[in-house]
């Protein structure tokens, strides 16, 4: 064999050998990145369960326990479903020291500024109002988008806001209105300077409102001592 042909084979031989490490590094890290993901999901989904928890009870005044309940669309009532659920659609029913119900609490998704916004909040259906909101998840610009969570003008809005029933659907869908320019209870001031995350907000909460309120506000009595 000559030289030149020595020096293919050995050239051959190291490229394989430099692919083979290549590829088990490769499937080493697939390996770890499997196990890693595996390892913290169920770390990842109790953190969330937790802080949804501690949403639900802080959207809902005098709530100290919560059920989740989910609507069966056959009977068009509204059944226990299993707190650990992820479900869009699940209401959670929050009851105070003496098991009454003390409010609900839903959850809404929408496209802010740069990604989705998370938000729960709490609706009395003895005043047809939402009174309370908390974001579950928001990646917003830190001092701008995210002053949905922190600007006391914007979170003002959800102490009573107006989401009264007629009949089958809301007496007025929640309005966006620009900072400042509020005249009505069911109208949502935005925020200065952060107007596409508050409008998606509202966006999100008319949309949710609009489906979701008149049916709670009519099975009411199914969410009634839900712990007893």
């Known amino acids: 064999m000559s030289e030149e042909q020595l020096n293919v084979s050995d050239s051959g031989a190291s490229a394989a050998k430099i692919y083979g490490v290549v590829l088990s590094v490769g499937v080493v ?4 990145i499997v196990s890693t993901y595996e390892f913290t999901k169920p770390i990842i989904q109790a953190n969330k369960l937790a802080a949804r928890e501690l949403a639900i009870l802080e959207v809902i005044s005098d709530a100290v326990t919560s059920e989740a309940f989910v609507l069966d669309e056959a009977t068009g009532e509204f059944q226990k479903a299993s707190a650990s659920s992820e479900d ?3 209401v959670f029913a929050g009851y105070n020291q003496k098991g009454e119900l003390a409010g609900l609490a839903l959850g809404t998704k929408g496209m802010g500024y740069q990604d989705y916004i998370h938000v729960l909040y709490g609706y009395s259906p003895e005043q047809q109002a939402i009174v309370g909101i908390s974001v579950l998840e928001s990646r917003e610009t830190p001092g701008l988008g995210d002053r949905i969570q922190t600007d006391p003008a914007f979170l ?3 102490e009573k806001l107006d989401v009264r029933v007629d009949g089958d659907k809301l007496a007025h869908e929640l309005e966006y209105v620009k900072a400042g320019e509020k005249t009505d209870e069911w109208q949502i ?3 200065s300077g952060a107007t596409i995350s ?5 966006d999100m909460l008319r949309e949710s409102t609009n489906k979701w309120i008149p049916r709670v506000y009519s099975r009411t009595d199914d969410f009634r001592g839900g712990t007893e």
């Not at 890290?29 to 770890?32: A, D, E, N, P």
């Not at 508050?198 to 509202?202: D, E, K, L, R, V």
């Open 29 to 32: 890290c697939s390996l770890l």
């Open 156 to 158: 003002k809005n959800f």
């Open 88 to 90: 869009q659609n699940l």
């Open 198 to 202: 508050s409008q998606a907000t509202a």
């Open 189 to 191: 001031d935005g925020i």
